[in-house]
C-alpha cells in the first residue's frame, strides 16, 4: 500500500536547517525557534491547512527568517513478511452513532 501525503515545513535561509520548534514567551514580546537539519524532526502542517492560513503562515516564515518548503512524502507500507499491508477501511461517524443509539434503544 502507497500513501502520498503533501505538507509545508520551514527551512532557515542562512543555513537550510529544519524548524523543529517553536516556543512563544508568555507576557512577553519573544519567541525561540529550534532547527534541525532531518525533515523527520521538521514542524510540519498540513499542505490544505497551510492553504487555508497562507497569509499568516508567510508571515510568521518572513518572521523566523525562513522559506516555506513544499513537500510531498510517499510511504510504502507493507507487512512485515513483505507483503502490501491492507488499506484502511474508511470509518464513517454517521454509521458509528447509529450504531451508537440503535444499540441505546434496545
Given at each position: 500500500?502507497?500513501?502520498?501525503?503533501?505538507?509545508?515545513?520551514?527551512?532557515?535561509?542562512?543555513?537550510g536547517?529544519?524548524?523543529?520548534e517553536?516556543?512563544?514567551?508568555?507576557?512577553?514580546?519573544?519567541?525561540?525557534?529550534?532547527?534541525?537539519?532531518?525533515?523527520?524532526?521538521?514542524?510540519?502542517?498540513?499542505?490544505?491547512?497551510?492553504?487555508?492560513?497562507?497569509?499568516?503562515?508567510?508571515?510568521?516564515?518572513?518572521?523566523?527568517?525562513?522559506?516555506?518548503v513544499?513537500?510531498?512524502?510517499?510511504?510504502?507500507?507493507?507487512?512485515?513478511?513483505?507483503?502490501?499491508?491492507?488499506?484502511?477501511?474508511?470509518?464513517?461517524?454517521?454509521?458509528?452513532?447509529?450504531?451508537?443509539?440503535?444499540a441505546?434503544?434496545?
Amino acid at each position: 500500500m502507497k500513501q502520498t501525503k503533501k505538507f509545508i515545513a520551514f527551512q532557515d535561509k542562512e543555513n537550510g536547517h529544519f524548524v523543529s520548534e517553536y516556543e512563544h514567551h508568555k507576557k512577553r514580546l519573544a519567541y525561540k525557534v529550534g532547527l534541525c537539519s532531518s525533515m523527520q524532526d521538521a514542524l510540519i502542517l498540513d499542505y490544505d491547512d497551510y492553504e487555508r492560513q497562507k497569509e499568516q503562515i508567510d508571515t510568521l516564515a518572513e518572521e523566523f527568517d525562513c522559506h516555506i518548503v513544499v513537500v510531498e512524502a510517499t510511504h510504502e507500507i507493507k507487512m512485515l513478511d513483505g507483503s502490501d499491508a491492507p488499506e484502511p477501511k474508511e470509518r464513517s461517524s454517521k454509521i458509528d452513532i447509529l450504531d451508537f443509539l440503535e444499540a441505546l434503544s434496545k
